[in-house]
T-cell receptor
Framework: DTGVSQDPRHKITKRGQNVTFRCDPI?????LYWYRQTLGQGPEFLTYFQNEAQLEKSRLLSDRFSAERPKGSFSTLEIQRTEQGDSAMYLCASSPGRFETQGNTIYFGEGSWLTVV | AQRVTQPEKLLSVFKGAPVELKCNYSYSGSPELFWYVQYSRQRLQLLLRHISRESIKGFTADLNKGETSFHLKKPFAQEEDSAMYYC???????????????FGQGTILTVHP
Protein backbone atom coordinates (compact mmCIF):
# COMPACT_ATOMS: atom_id res chain seq x y z
CA ASP A 1 0.00 0.00 0.00
CA THR A 2 1.56 3.29 -1.07
CA GLY A 3 -0.95 5.48 0.69
CA VAL A 4 -0.53 7.61 3.79
CA SER A 5 0.30 5.42 6.75
CA GLN A 6 -0.12 6.21 10.42
CA ASP A 7 1.16 4.55 13.55
CA PRO A 8 -0.11 3.50 15.99
CA ARG A 9 -3.64 2.90 14.81
CA HIS A 10 -4.95 2.84 18.35
CA LYS A 11 -3.58 4.22 21.58
CA ILE A 12 -5.04 4.13 25.06
CA THR A 13 -3.25 6.27 27.58
CA LYS A 14 -3.77 7.58 31.07
CA ARG A 15 -4.50 11.23 31.60
CA GLY A 16 -1.31 13.18 32.04
CA GLN A 17 0.84 10.90 29.90
CA ASN A 18 2.50 11.95 26.67
CA VAL A 19 1.70 10.31 23.36
CA THR A 20 3.28 10.53 19.94
CA PHE A 21 1.80 9.65 16.57
CA ARG A 22 3.73 9.11 13.39
CA CYS A 23 2.65 9.76 9.83
CA ASP A 24 4.36 8.66 6.64
CA PRO A 25 2.96 10.58 3.68
CA ILE A 26 2.75 9.41 0.11
CA UNK A 27 6.21 9.46 -1.38
CA UNK A 28 7.13 12.80 -2.98
CA UNK A 29 4.17 14.62 -1.51
CA UNK A 30 5.44 17.98 -0.32
CA UNK A 31 2.52 18.86 1.88
CA LEU A 32 1.48 17.08 5.03
CA TYR A 33 -1.54 17.85 7.18
CA TRP A 34 -2.83 16.86 10.58
CA TYR A 35 -6.55 16.83 11.34
CA ARG A 36 -8.53 15.83 14.38
CA GLN A 37 -11.90 14.16 14.28
CA THR A 38 -14.23 13.59 17.20
CA LEU A 39 -17.35 11.46 17.16
CA GLY A 40 -20.15 12.95 15.13
CA GLN A 41 -17.98 15.69 13.66
CA GLY A 42 -16.10 16.17 10.44
CA PRO A 43 -12.32 16.40 10.49
CA GLU A 44 -10.90 19.66 11.84
CA PHE A 45 -7.66 21.10 10.58
CA LEU A 46 -4.79 21.25 13.07
CA THR A 47 -1.64 22.09 11.15
CA TYR A 48 0.24 21.62 7.91
CA PHE A 49 3.77 21.41 6.57
CA GLN A 50 5.31 22.36 3.29
CA ASN A 51 8.35 20.10 3.24
CA GLU A 52 9.90 20.57 6.69
CA ALA A 53 8.37 23.99 7.35
CA GLN A 54 5.28 24.19 9.52
CA LEU A 55 3.32 26.90 7.75
CA GLU A 56 0.06 27.07 9.63
CA LYS A 57 -1.35 26.05 12.98
CA SER A 58 -4.96 26.08 14.04
CA ARG A 59 -6.05 27.62 17.31
CA LEU A 60 -7.11 24.06 18.19
CA LEU A 61 -3.44 23.21 18.51
CA SER A 62 -2.76 24.15 22.11
CA ASP A 63 0.76 24.45 23.48
CA ARG A 64 0.53 20.84 24.65
CA PHE A 65 0.57 19.79 21.01
CA SER A 66 3.68 19.84 18.88
CA ALA A 67 4.15 18.61 15.36
CA GLU A 68 7.38 18.13 13.48
CA ARG A 69 8.51 17.06 10.06
CA PRO A 70 12.27 17.16 10.48
CA LYS A 71 13.43 16.01 7.07
CA GLY A 72 10.40 16.85 5.04
CA SER A 73 9.28 13.23 4.92
CA PHE A 74 7.51 11.62 7.90
CA SER A 75 5.88 13.70 10.60
CA THR A 76 5.18 13.26 14.30
CA LEU A 77 2.41 14.73 16.40
CA GLU A 78 3.09 14.75 20.12
CA ILE A 79 0.53 15.50 22.79
CA GLN A 80 1.93 16.26 26.21
CA ARG A 81 0.03 15.89 29.48
CA THR A 82 -2.95 14.35 27.75
CA GLU A 83 -6.46 15.25 28.85
CA GLN A 84 -9.68 13.36 28.33
CA GLY A 85 -10.75 16.00 25.81
CA ASP A 86 -7.88 14.95 23.62
CA SER A 87 -9.63 11.66 22.90
CA ALA A 88 -10.21 11.70 19.15
CA MET A 89 -9.09 10.31 15.84
CA TYR A 90 -5.95 12.03 14.59
CA LEU A 91 -5.81 12.01 10.83
CA CYS A 92 -2.80 12.66 8.70
CA ALA A 93 -3.04 13.61 5.05
CA SER A 94 -0.69 14.58 2.28
CA SER A 95 -0.88 16.28 -1.08
CA PRO A 96 1.50 16.89 -3.95
CA GLY A 97 1.47 20.62 -3.25
CA ARG A 98 1.29 21.50 -6.92
CA PHE A 99 -1.93 23.37 -7.52
CA GLU A 100 -1.69 23.06 -11.27
CA THR A 101 -1.82 19.28 -11.09
CA GLN A 102 -4.15 18.20 -8.36
CA GLY A 103 -5.07 21.36 -6.61
CA ASN A 104 -6.53 20.81 -3.20
CA THR A 105 -6.85 17.03 -3.45
CA ILE A 106 -5.49 15.56 -0.28
CA TYR A 107 -5.04 11.91 0.59
CA PHE A 108 -5.84 10.73 4.07
CA GLY A 109 -4.37 8.05 6.23
CA GLU A 110 -6.51 5.66 8.23
CA GLY A 111 -6.04 7.68 11.36
CA SER A 112 -4.80 7.08 14.88
CA TRP A 113 -7.43 6.63 17.55
CA LEU A 114 -6.52 8.13 20.91
CA THR A 115 -8.42 7.29 24.05
CA VAL A 116 -7.41 9.10 27.22
CA VAL A 117 -8.67 7.41 30.38
CA ALA B 1 -15.87 32.25 9.46
CA GLN B 2 -16.33 30.07 6.40
CA ARG B 3 -18.71 27.23 7.10
CA VAL B 4 -20.01 24.12 5.44
CA THR B 5 -23.38 22.89 6.54
CA GLN B 6 -24.75 19.41 6.00
CA PRO B 7 -28.22 19.58 7.48
CA GLU B 8 -28.89 15.83 7.54
CA LYS B 9 -26.85 13.60 9.82
CA LEU B 10 -28.67 10.51 8.60
CA LEU B 11 -30.23 9.68 5.26
CA SER B 12 -31.88 6.38 4.38
CA VAL B 13 -33.09 5.32 0.98
CA PHE B 14 -33.94 2.07 -0.75
CA LYS B 15 -31.84 0.58 -3.49
CA GLY B 16 -32.70 2.09 -6.84
CA ALA B 17 -34.15 5.26 -5.36
CA PRO B 18 -32.67 8.68 -6.09
CA VAL B 19 -30.52 10.19 -3.39
CA GLU B 20 -29.51 13.75 -2.65
CA LEU B 21 -27.08 14.71 0.10
CA LYS B 22 -27.29 18.38 0.91
CA CYS B 23 -24.41 20.76 1.39
CA ASN B 24 -24.57 24.51 1.87
CA TYR B 25 -21.60 26.79 2.19
CA SER B 26 -20.94 30.29 3.38
CA TYR B 27 -18.14 31.57 1.27
CA SER B 28 -17.07 34.88 -0.09
CA GLY B 29 -15.34 34.52 -3.40
CA SER B 30 -15.16 31.65 -5.85
CA PRO B 31 -15.67 28.44 -3.94
CA GLU B 32 -13.81 25.25 -4.59
CA LEU B 33 -15.89 22.43 -3.20
CA PHE B 34 -15.36 18.74 -2.60
CA TRP B 35 -17.22 15.68 -1.56
CA TYR B 36 -15.27 13.15 0.47
CA VAL B 37 -16.55 9.69 1.33
CA GLN B 38 -15.65 7.18 3.99
CA TYR B 39 -16.81 3.62 3.51
CA SER B 40 -16.94 1.25 6.44
CA ARG B 41 -13.44 0.44 7.70
CA GLN B 42 -11.80 2.49 4.96
CA ARG B 43 -9.99 5.80 4.95
CA LEU B 44 -11.53 9.08 4.02
CA GLN B 45 -11.17 9.57 0.29
CA LEU B 46 -12.05 12.12 -2.33
CA LEU B 47 -15.26 11.39 -4.22
CA LEU B 48 -15.43 14.38 -6.51
CA ARG B 49 -14.42 18.01 -6.95
CA HIS B 50 -16.72 20.59 -8.41
CA ILE B 51 -13.96 22.09 -10.51
CA SER B 52 -13.58 18.91 -12.55
CA ARG B 53 -17.32 18.61 -13.20
CA GLU B 54 -17.07 14.84 -13.32
CA SER B 55 -19.32 11.97 -12.35
CA ILE B 56 -17.82 9.41 -10.01
CA LYS B 57 -19.62 6.16 -9.20
CA GLY B 58 -22.75 7.71 -10.68
CA PHE B 59 -22.61 10.71 -8.33
CA THR B 60 -22.69 14.28 -9.53
CA ALA B 61 -22.70 17.57 -7.70
CA ASP B 62 -23.67 20.92 -9.13
CA LEU B 63 -22.55 24.19 -7.68
CA ASN B 64 -25.45 26.59 -7.25
CA LYS B 65 -24.02 29.98 -6.36
CA GLY B 66 -27.43 31.53 -5.95
CA GLU B 67 -28.40 29.04 -3.28
CA THR B 68 -24.78 28.58 -2.08
CA SER B 69 -25.26 24.85 -2.36
CA PHE B 70 -23.28 21.88 -3.64
CA HIS B 71 -25.67 18.97 -3.25
CA LEU B 72 -24.51 15.46 -4.12
CA LYS B 73 -26.90 13.46 -6.24
CA LYS B 74 -27.27 9.99 -7.65
CA PRO B 75 -30.31 8.91 -9.63
CA PHE B 76 -30.27 5.25 -8.54
CA ALA B 77 -28.68 4.45 -5.20
CA GLN B 78 -26.83 1.16 -4.67
CA GLU B 79 -26.19 -0.70 -1.44
CA GLU B 80 -22.46 -0.14 -1.82
CA ASP B 81 -23.08 3.62 -1.65
CA SER B 82 -23.75 3.27 2.06
CA ALA B 83 -21.09 5.39 3.72
CA MET B 84 -20.34 8.65 5.49
CA TYR B 85 -20.21 11.63 3.13
CA TYR B 86 -18.51 14.93 3.88
CA CYS B 87 -18.73 18.17 2.01
CA UNK B 88 -15.62 20.34 2.26
CA UNK B 89 -14.00 23.48 0.99
CA UNK B 90 -10.73 25.31 1.50
CA UNK B 91 -10.66 28.67 3.25
CA UNK B 92 -9.48 30.34 0.08
CA UNK B 93 -8.61 29.37 -3.46
CA UNK B 94 -4.92 29.27 -4.21
CA UNK B 95 -2.29 30.71 -1.92
CA UNK B 96 -0.42 28.79 0.73
CA UNK B 97 -3.42 27.47 2.60
CA UNK B 98 -4.94 25.24 -0.03
CA UNK B 99 -5.17 21.67 1.13
CA UNK B 100 -6.46 23.01 4.41
CA UNK B 101 -10.12 22.05 4.31
CA UNK B 102 -13.20 22.91 6.31
CA PHE B 103 -15.48 19.90 6.55
CA GLY B 104 -19.15 19.65 7.22
CA GLN B 105 -20.39 17.36 9.98
CA GLY B 106 -21.09 14.60 7.52
CA THR B 107 -24.14 12.64 6.44
CA ILE B 108 -24.45 8.92 6.97
CA LEU B 109 -26.13 7.40 3.94
CA THR B 110 -27.75 4.01 4.31
CA VAL B 111 -29.07 2.28 1.22
CA HIS B 112 -31.45 -0.53 2.08
CA PRO B 113 -31.87 -3.57 -0.17
Amino acid sequence: DTGVSQDPRHKITKRGQNVTFRCDPISEHNRLYWYRQTLGQGPEFLTYFQNEAQLEKSRLLSDRFSAERPKGSFSTLEIQRTEQGDSAMYLCASSPGRFETQGNTIYFGEGSWLTVV
Amino acid sequence: AQRVTQPEKLLSVFKGAPVELKCNYSYSGSPELFWYVQYSRQRLQLLLRHISRESIKGFTADLNKGETSFHLKKPFAQEEDSAMYYCAHPPNAGGTSYGKLTFGQGTILTVHP
